[in-house]
C-alpha cells in the first residue's frame, strides 16, 4: 500500500493520469491525497474532477481557492474570469454530480503514517491555530459547503478584512477569515494579520511581512504541514514543511511525495507538465 500527497493540479487532467501511471497507482491499494486547486487555468478541469471523483475512496481532496472560486461561478455569484477555463466544465452534462462531489471534499485533513503526523492545507494556517484548531475550524467551512444555504455564503466569501483571527468572530466574518487563510494565505505579520498582496517569493516579502510558515511561534511548528498553493516557492521540502505546487500549469511540474515510514523515507515524484498558461 503507497499513499501519496499531490500538489495543485489546476485541470491538468493528462500530467496527473500519467503520473497515477507511471507510479502504478492502485485505487484498490493506494490512497491520493490532492492539495487542493483541482480546477481551473489548466485545459481539462472537469477530465480533472471525473478521473479524482472515479477513484472514490482511494482519493482524497482539498480545496483549493480555486475551487471555490468554481462553486461561486456555478452558483451565479461570481462571473467567469478572463483567464478562467472552466467552460468545458461549466457546460458539462454530469455538472451537478461534480458539483455535489466538490462540495463533499474538505478544507483540512490529518495524516498520520508510521511516524509521520502530516497537516494538510491548501494555502497556510495562522500561527494561532494547532492542528486540533484547524480541524476544527475546517469543519465549519465544510458543513456550510455541504448546507442548502451555500449561495448565501458564497456571496459572503470575499473580500480581506478581517485580516486577522478572533476567537470571537461570528458569522461571515469567522468563515472569510478561515477559508482566506487556509485557501489564499502566503504572507503574514509576526502577530498573524494576513495579507494578500503579493505571491512573491520570501525573499521578496513585503515590509513587515513573512511567509506564515516562518512566523515566530506558530504553534503547529513542532508537527508537518504539506500545502500548496505557492508556486514561487518550488518544490520545498524541509523539516516540519511540505509545500508542494511546483506550477504545473504554468510549465513547471507536477509534484507528488510517496509517504515512508519516516520523513526520511518519503520518495519525491515529478514529472514536466507542458505549459498551459503563463503566470502575470
Excluded at 60 to 89: E, S, Y
Amino acid at each position: 500500500m503507497a499513499i501519496y500527497l499531490m500538489g495543485d493540479l489546476q485541470g491538468c487532467e493528462a500530467p496527473l493520469a500519467q503520473l497515477l501511471q507511471e507510479t502504478g497507482f492502485s485505487p484498490s491499494r493506494d490512497t491520493l491525497y490532492v492539495l487542493g486547486d483541482l480546477v481551473n487555468r489548466g485545459p481539462d478541469s472537469a477530465g480533472t474532477l471525473r478521473r479524482l471523483a472515479a477513484l472514490g475512496d482511494a482519493a482524497h481532496c482539498l480545496l483549493g481557492n480555486h475551487d471555490l472560486h468554481l462553486l461561486a461561478v456555478i452558483h451565479g455569484v461570481r462571473k467567469a474570469g478572463r483567464r478562467d477555463t472552466l467552460a468545458d466544465l461549466l457546460a458539462a452534462p454530469d455538472l451537478g454530480t461534480l458539483t455535489d462531489w466538490l462540495r463533499h471534499r474538505r478544507m483540512a485533513m490529518r495524516l498520520r503514517h508510521g511516524a509521520q503526523d502530516i497537516l494538510m492545507v491548501h494555502a497556510g494556517v495562522l500561527p494561532d491555530w494547532d492542528a486540533g484548531t484547524v480541524q476544527a475550524l475546517a469543519a465549519e467551512v465544510e458543513a456550510v459547503l455541504r448546507d442548502a444555504e451555500l449561495p448565501g455564503f458564497l456571496k459572503q466569501m470575499y473580500g480581506d478584512q478581517p485580516d486577522a483571527w478572533r476567537a470571537d468572530l461570528r458569522g461571515a466574518d469567522r468563515l472569510r477569515v478561515i477559508v482566506n487563510a487556509l485557501t489564499r494565505l502566503r504572507f503574514c505579520s509576526a502577530d498573524g494579520r494576513m495579507d494578500f498582496g503579493s505571491s512573491d517569493s520570501p525573499e521578496d516579502a513585503p515590509p513587515g511581512l513573512m511567509p506564515w510558515f516562518e512566523v515566530p511561534g506558530r504553534k503547529t511548528a513542532a508537527q508537518t504541514v504539506a500545502f500548496g498553493h505557492w508556486s514561487q516557492l518550488g518544490l520545498l521540502l524541509r523539516p516540519g514543511l511540505m509545500g508542494l505546487d511546483t506550477g504545473c500549469v504554468w510549465g513547471g511540474c507536477l509534484s507528488a511525495v510517496r509517504l515512508g515510514p519516516t520523513a526520511a523515507d518519503n520518495e519525491t515524484i515529478q514529472l514536466r507538465c507542458p505549459q498551459a498558461q503563463a503566470p502575470g
